[in-house]
Structure formats: structure tokens, C-alpha cells
């Protein structure tokens, strides 16, 4: 049973606060209790997520991911309120939240485990550094507007090199971020597979790639052009000639509290991705 949560507020948003604190008197009422922190305070998240039964993201997908990772090794699970614009992630909206309290409390909901990548960054100026990610890891194209040459390794095999603007590797839960931005397809949520997805590729292979996720996919920047590494749309510094990005499956999970049954990521689909011109159905 869950008694204890932590509420993240965006603080870009002031609104999030003030539902908090509603959230957090509606928790009392119910015998449960909370703790409300800015979604920007990872020390004090971490510390806290091992101390709760789960978390309540107050704020857009961005709020959500970034809890995502600060719990995943904890193994807490997060309800995700939509105060944002997309939602993709979240399991309810604002004036709904108050109102499922009494079914988490009383154990009336699943879990839906989401897969996340390890990436492991070997650059001259960095050295080696670990990441996990929610959605994606990309190597795109450095400060000056020149083409990254970017080769990719499958299971240790040379693929191809891509001339591109970037490279993009995604989970499934990330086919509705960047990769669909740049023309990938959309996977159900729950499969491990992982993408490859070339963004505005010149001379070289253009279709998106789906890779089981037990393979391991190796991303290396050749040639003099600079490239970026960005995790989760977080910009993680610069690559050049010889750097390599590893990525593979993390043992940890992205766990969300659904109330709702797995159709509602369909019908969430066609509505974030229908034209401002098309009626609602």
C-alpha cells in the first residue's frame, strides 16, 4: 500500500505549488502523508525517493523524465500530472489527480515499467562518463554548421557512417520525442526494442533502424567536424575525432502508477498529434 509521497513542482510553473499543497492536505485526509520539493533539487530527491512509496510530477513530460531517472534505481514509481503542453507521459490532468488519490491508496492501479538506455561517454576532454535516459541519447552536429560523420556499431558491427545533423538512439518511450521529430516510427511504450534514428542524413542511409534491445549500439565521431552528445535533451558536452558513445539496455526501469488501461497511450497519441485544423473525434 502507498502512504508516502513526494510532489515535484516545476518551478516555472507557480500553479504546481498550489496544487501541491491541495495534493498534500487531500494525502492527509486519506492517512497518508507528503513531502513537496522543486523538481530541480536532485541531492534532496534522491534522498528522499528511497524514504517514499512513490512520486507525483507536477509539471510537462520533462518534469516527469527528470524524476524518472532520480527514482529509477530506487525502483519508486511516479504519477504523472500534465501541467505542460504534450503529456505523452502523464497518467492524469490537474483537476482529475485529487480525485484517484483514494485508489492509490487502497492499491487499485499497475505499474507500467518503461525501459531506459545506459550510456557510457569516452571523449579525450571528458574522459568516461555514465548516463541513463528516459527517451534518447544523440550525437548531433557541433556549435559550427557543419555535418557530424558519425559511425555506428550493432553488436559490435560497423552498420555505416552517417553525414548527418545527428544520430539518435531511443527507447521506446522516446519514438514520441526527437525520434518522431525526425521522421522515426512510434513503438508501443512498453517493448524494449530501442531505435536508430539518422536526423537530416546526407548521402547515407536515411530509414530509421528498430534494434532488439539486448544488442548494444556504439556511436563513434570520426573525421575533424565537432559533434554534441545530448541525453534526454540535456546537453552533455562535445565530442570529436575517435570519441565513442556506448549505449545499451540499463538494468533499471522508468516505473509509472497507471490507473488507466494501456489503450489510453493511443488515444493520447491521436490527440497530441492531431492538426490545430482537425475536429476532435
Not at 15 to 22: H, I, T, W
Not at 233 to 260: M, P
Request: net charge negative.
Amino acid at each position: 500500500m502507498m502512504k508516502r509521497f513526494g510532489l515535484l513542482c516545476n518551478p516555472r510553473l507557480p500553479q504546481s505549488e498550489d496544487l501541491a499543497r491541495e495534493i498534500e492536505l487531500a494525502l492527509a485526509e486519506l492517512g497518508g502523508s507528503a513531502w513537496i520539493l522543486s523538481d530541480c533539487d536532485d541531492e534532496r530527491i534522491r534522498e528522499l525517493a528511497g524514504e517514499s512509496d512513490g512520486l507525483i510530477t507536477l509539471g510537462g513530460d520533462g518534469t516527469i523524465i527528470r524524476a524518472a531517472r532520480l527514482a529509477a534505481d530506487k525502483g519508486v514509481p511516479i504519477l504523472g500530472v500534465n501541467m505542460g503542453r504534450v503529456g505523452f507521459l502523464a497518467e492524469t490532468e490537474p483537476e482529475h489527480v485529487i480525485e484517484l488519490l483514494p485508489s492509490i491508496l487502497e492499491g487499485r492501479y499497475r505499474i507500467e515499467k518503461r525501459t531506459m538506455l545506459l550510456i557510457q561517454a569516452h571523449s579525450g576532454a571528458e574522459g568516461v562518463v555514465d548516463y541513463e535516459a528516459v527517451n534518447d541519447v544523440a550525437v548531433c552536429r557541433g556549435r559550427v554548421g557543419r555535418v557530424a560523420h558519425v559511425s555506428a556499431y550493432v553488436g559490435g558491427e560497423l552498420l555505416t557512417t552517417y553525414v548527418c545533423d545527428g544520430l539518435i538512439v531511443a527507447t521506446a518511450t522516446g519514438s514520441t520525442a526527437y525520434a518522431l521529430a525526425a521522421g522515426g516510427p512510434i513503438l508501443d511504450p512498453e517493448l524494449d526494442d530501442i531505435l536508430l534514428v539518422p536526423v537530416a542524413p546526407h548521402l547515407s542511409m536515411s530509414g530509421a533502424l528498430v534494434l532488439p534491445g539486448r544488442v548494444d549500439v556504439r556511436l563513434e565521431v570520426v573525421g575533424d567536424h565537432e559533434a554534441s552528445l545530448t541525453v534526454d535533451g540535456r546537453s552533455c558536452g562535445s565530442l570529436t575525432n575517435g570519441d565513442r558513445v556506448l549505449v545499451g539496455k540499463s538494468r533499471h526501469h522508468a516505473s509509472f502508477i497507471r490507473l488507466s488501461p494501456p489503450s489510453l497511450f493511443y488515444r493520447t497519441l491521436l490527440r497530441r498529434l492531431r492538426r490545430p485544423d482537425q475536429a476532435p473525434e
